[in-house]
């Protein structure tokens, strides 16, 4: 899958430092270019929230961080880059002069993406030389974490291009959702605009105040939105007859007078007063960036949510989410399995945030999930890999046992090493340890058992070959090796 190798943002503001986050975690370098004096204290704060949020959003082991640098001028910020995302204010002007600069600038075979939420891309291309590269690239705030970009084309802009940009987005975890014809604002801004007006005419008549509101969408269809979007839901409602039940019965409402969405609400100063009033007393307490990160756990823990759904399938978001992580390890550097006579490291990871407890400790499941993660690293070291999971077999773990020896804190450098104890390959017995890196202190072991299955057969087998020749090797390997002292104990034994 063609990866993106350096990417362009020209601005970085709330959208262009986004892009960057994204484009940087994913491994990719990324240069960008803002005038603004304040440009890199901001892109260091997004760039905090991007990594907290992707701390809590996936175990899979993302790429090493790409370099992120700011440049001097536009044109040195886009030499050498395969990707550039425009997002500049939306002001037409404005736009087609920064967009005329790229284009002059960049490699000719360049992919040049615009944030704009609205303008016509085929308005935006008037002035470029290569105007076939060019296409909206229109994302949603958090661009890090949310993963959809509506493309669209103008006249001048080929459908390979927006294939091409398609697998690309991919490859950062991200879903490059196609529009067939342009049109203004696109289809998720049609849509919002739809839904805010109305939302204005509420306010405005005292219909609700605003956090009511945003209560009615946040406890209701907002919940069901985030996983089967508008279609599928109405479909339901049709019970078993489907979509053409549903629209038999609720069509003819549509020539109701509910709504006022034909009827533009003034924003007049009166109003704007009254929702400024009740937004600050609905959330004001709270600064933005906290608000962010309330934002990007609750996101997190709904994505994580939908990727346990349709028997791990995932699905909506999670389902995009299990695939970017399916890319992750598939991509990601391997632990060799190259047999010596000292036990494996496996992991390193820094305790993030999200991870302390009201102690201020590593909160007690983080020290299983650095072993689990282990062990997920092991299993992709002799080939037990997605395709490999694909094909009907895989390594259950069926017995375990922690202890918990000392504590980690907010920062610290971790690392994981293993030692495979005796075992015949149907069964993988391993003794892992977990160290703080700047002292090497002993934090917590675990030993682990694990037990090769067939899911076709919903029975234990043997590995195959594949697989069994290169366990075989480390297990010898490791049979010289003095036992743990550790090894075998159960829950309160005195050592």
């Given at each position: 899958?063609?990866?993106?190798?350096k990417?362009?943002?020209?601005g970085?503001?709330?959208?262009?430092g986004?892009?960057?986050?994204?484009?940087?975690?994913?491994?990719?370098?990324?240069r960008?270019?803002?005038?603004?004096?304040?440009?890199?204290?901001?892109?260091?704060?997004v760039?905090?929230n991007?990594?907290?949020a992707?701390?809590?959003?996936?175990?899979?082991?993302?790429?090493?961080?790409?370099?992120?640098?700011?440049?001097?001028?536009?044109e040195?910020a886009?030499?050498?880059?395969?990707?550039?995302q425009?997002?500049?204010?939306?002001?037409?002007?404005l736009?087609r002069?920064v967009l005329?600069?790229?284009?002059?600038?960049?490699?000719?075979?360049?992919?040049?993406g615009?944030?704009?939420?609205?303008?016509m891309?085929?308005?935006?291309q008037r002035d470029?030389?290569?105007?076939?590269?060019?296409?909206?690239?229109?994302p949603?705030n958090?661009v890090?974490?949310?993963?959809l970009a509506?493309?669209?084309?103008?006249?001048?802009?080929?459908?390979?291009?927006?294939?091409?940009a398609?697998?690309?987005?991919?490859?950062?975890?991200?879903?490059?959702?196609?529009?067939?014809?342009?049109?203004?604002?696109?289809?998720?801004?049609?849509?919002?605009?739809?839904f805010?007006r109305?939302a204005?005419w509420?306010?405005?008549?005292?219909?609700?105040?605003?956090?009511?509101?945003?209560n009615?969408i946040?406890?209701?269809?907002?919940l069901?939105?985030?996983?089967?979007g508008l279609?599928e839901?109405?479909r339901?409602?049709?019970?078993?007859?489907?979509?053409?039940?549903f629209?038999?019965?609720?069509g003819?409402?549509?020539?109701?007078p509910?709504?006022?969405?034909?009827?533009?609400?003034?924003?007049?100063?009166?109003?704007?007063?009254k929702i400024?009033?009740?937004?600050?007393?609905?959330?004001?307490?709270?600064?933005?960036?906290?608000?962010?990160?309330?934002?990007d756990?609750?996101?997190?823990?709904?994505?994580?949510?939908?990727?346990?759904?349709?028997?791990?399938?995932?699905?909506?978001?999670?389902?995009?989410?299990?695939?970017?992580?399916?890319?992750?390890?598939?991509?990601?550097?391997?632990h060799q399995?190259?047999?010596?006579?000292e036990?494996l490291k496996?992991?390193?990871?820094?305790v993030?945030a999200?991870?302390?407890?009201?102690?201020?400790?590593?909160?007690?499941?983080?020290?299983?999930?650095c072993f689990?993660?282990?062990?997920?690293?092991?299993?992709?070291?002799?080939?037990?890999d997605?395709?490999?999971?694909?094909?009907?077999?895989?390594y259950?773990?069926?017995?375990?046992?922690?202890?918990l020896?000392a504590?980690?804190r907010?920062?610290?450098?971790?690392?994981?090493?293993?030692q495979l104890?005796?075992?015949?390959g149907k069964?993988?017995?391993?003794?892992?340890?977990l160290?703080?890196?700047?002292?090497d202190?002993?934090?917590?072991?675990?030993?682990?058992?694990l037990?090769?299955?067939?899911?076709?057969?919903?029975?234990?087998?043997p590995?195959?070959?594949?697989?069994?020749?290169?366990l075989?090797?480390?297990?010898?390997?490791?049979a010289?090796?003095?036992?743990?002292?550790?090894?075998g104990r159960?829950?309160?034994?005195?050592s």
């Amino acid at each position: 899958m063609a990866k993106i190798s350096k990417a362009a943002c020209i601005g970085g503001g709330v959208i262009g430092g986004a892009w960057a986050a994204r484009f940087v975690l994913a491994g990719t370098d990324t240069r960008i270019f803002d005038p603004h004096p304040e440009a890199q204290r901001l892109m260091s704060e997004v760039m905090a929230n991007a990594e907290r949020a992707y701390g809590m959003l996936t175990s899979a082991p993302l790429p090493v961080k790409g370099t992120l640098s700011f440049s001097e001028s536009l044109e040195e910020a886009v030499r050498g880059a395969d990707w550039i995302q425009e997002s500049v204010p939306e002001k037409l002007d404005l736009k087609r002069s920064v967009l005329a600069q790229i284009d002059a600038a960049a490699d000719p075979k360049a992919l040049i993406g615009s944030s704009t939420s609205g303008l016509m891309p085929t308005d935006l291309q008037r002035d470029m030389r290569h105007p076939e590269r060019m296409f909206v690239a229109h994302p949603y705030n958090p661009v890090y974490l949310l993963p959809l970009a509506e493309l669209v084309g103008g006249k001048n802009t080929t459908r390979a291009v927006l294939e091409d940009a398609k697998v690309k987005l991919a490859t950062i975890g991200m879903t490059g959702m196609i529009i067939n014809k342009e049109i203004e604002a696109f289809v998720g801004d049609r849509l919002l605009e739809a839904f805010w007006r109305e939302a204005l005419w509420l306010i405005k008549d005292d219909i609700c105040d605003t956090e009511t509101l945003d209560n009615v969408i946040r406890y209701s269809f907002g919940l069901r939105w985030a996983q089967m979007g508008l279609f599928e839901t109405y479909r339901m409602a049709g019970g078993g007859a489907g979509m053409r039940d549903f629209l038999s019965k609720y069509g003819p409402s549509l020539s109701r007078p509910w709504t006022k969405l034909t009827d533009v609400v003034d924003p007049d100063a009166d109003l704007v007063e009254k929702i400024a009033v009740q937004s600050d007393a609905q959330s004001g307490q709270r600064g933005i960036r906290e608000l962010e990160r309330i934002r990007d756990q609750n996101l997190v823990g709904i994505m994580q949510a939908l990727k346990a759904g349709d028997e791990g399938r995932g699905w909506g978001a999670g389902k995009l989410l299990a695939e970017f992580e399916a890319h992750l390890w598939k991509t990601a550097p391997k632990h060799q399995a190259n047999p010596s006579n000292e036990a494996l490291k496996l992991l390193e990871v820094k305790v993030p945030a999200v991870w302390i407890d009201y102690n201020g400790h590593m909160t007690e499941y983080r020290y299983t999930q650095c072993f689990a993660d282990a062990s997920e690293a092991l299993l992709q070291m002799i080939g037990v890999d997605t395709d490999y999971v694909r094909s009907g077999h895989s390594y259950y773990t069926v017995e375990s046992h922690v202890r918990l020896l000392a504590e980690a804190r907010l920062g610290d450098a971790l690392y994981v090493t293993a030692q495979l104890l005796p075992s015949d390959g149907k069964k993988i017995h391993t003794f892992m340890s977990l160290y703080r890196a700047s002292d090497d202190t002993l934090l917590s072991t675990y030993e682990h058992l694990l037990l090769h299955v067939s899911s076709k057969e919903s029975r234990s087998v043997p590995p195959l070959p594949e697989v069994m020749g290169k366990l075989k090797l480390l297990i010898e390997a490791h049979a010289v090796l003095p036992a743990p002292d550790a090894a075998g104990r159960s829950v309160g034994q005195r050592s």
